[in-house]
């Protein structure tokens, strides 16, 4: 007898490949995170300690108190505009957001300046993040698509936001490149398979060479390199995209499913499970020099959090918080690790090309 599938989304997308054929594994990724009904984002997002799976600014507040301090320190290098624009892509909880702003209280002539939007399409997560920012008294603007931005200066801020962003996988078959699919195998399961015509499209270097077997993702960023561009037409543009990935274009599978802090099978439950991919860090940095940006030079994580002086943050909180010294530590530990999120999350700066280099960068 053939198993009942596991989730309402994969009931629906099982109807949906057998009455319409095979479906993209970009399709299938669009799916799971942003089904309107279905979708992981849309429905049950579990972000936190106790939750599917844990990001930097819910580990420790210092992460968003430093990019609060580097969004003064970038618009002063502006000269300062007023208004300005402070956007974050894919808030989440608004933990990050609300960090940032107690820290950005102090300095001068900021509150007066920031007009704080949010680009967020889940409902569920913007009711987090109206709570989450209540207390700010703060005004707070939702959108719900980064091209739906006005031009103005601006500083954008985008924490894991790029990863959920849905990804192409293309496979080196004996008969050449094919689009990897969604299909049912003989038991009406959902399993992967590769599409019957041919790849056409241009694929990175790395793939002239690649054998039978090899896979290539690919991820658009242009509509959001080309949104920027279009706010940044004639006012200045800072922007900050942290995330997991490669430094430089690579090969191999890196979709991956994860529920309650543990990886599965990506058929396993869908849109029940949250659903990424590695980002590739020079596909990212050319999509925004594309679109007319200069890019700072890759950071680690720990690199740039220690430039902006995270030990001395967190020694602060410590002595302030004798109590709980020992969990603010090893908060910012974990951030930090160099065989961890130090060094496996990677932060992109993207600015204007008449403004000076981003803080927090190295120059050389
Ligand atoms: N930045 C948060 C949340 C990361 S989860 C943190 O670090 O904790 C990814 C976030 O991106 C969620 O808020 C999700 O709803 C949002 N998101 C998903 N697709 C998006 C899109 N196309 N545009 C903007 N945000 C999106």
Known sequence: MTPAPSTPLAKALTRRIAEGGPITVRAFMDACLTDPEHGYYRTRPA????????????????????????????????????????????PGRGTMMADALRALGRIAGFAAAVRIVLVEPSPVLREMQRTALGRTGLDVQWVDD?????????????NELFDVLPITQVVRTADGWRERTVVLDAEDRLSFSVAREPWLSPLPAVAAHAPVGALVELRDLSPIAGALARIGAREPVAALFIDYGHEATGLG?????????????????????????????????????????????????????????????ASRLMSANPARAGEIEMAVARLMAPEGMGSRFKVLGVRSPGLPPLPGFHTA
Not at 50 to 76: H, Y
Not at 261 to 277: I, N, Y
């Open 47 to 90: 972000i936190g300690g106790a939750a599917d799976f844990i990001t930097a600014p819910e580990i420790s507040q210092t992460f968003g108190e430093l990019l609060g301090l580097w969004s003064a320190v970038a618009w002063q290098a502006m000269g300062a505009p007023s208004p300005f624009q402070l956007v974050e892509l894919g």
């Open 253 to 313: 599978d890196t979709l991956q499913a994860v529920r309650r802090h543990a990886a599965e099978p990506v058929f396993e439950a869908p849109g029940k499970a949250d659903l990424t991919a590695h980002v590739d860090f020079e596909a990212a940095a050319r999509a925004f020099t594309d679109a007319g940006f200069q890019v700072e030079r890759l950071s680690t994580q720990g690199e740039f959090l220690g430039a902006l002086g995270i030990a001395e943050r």
């Open 146 to 158: 980064i091209g739906d931005l006005v031009p103005a200066p601006s500083i954008l801020l985008a």
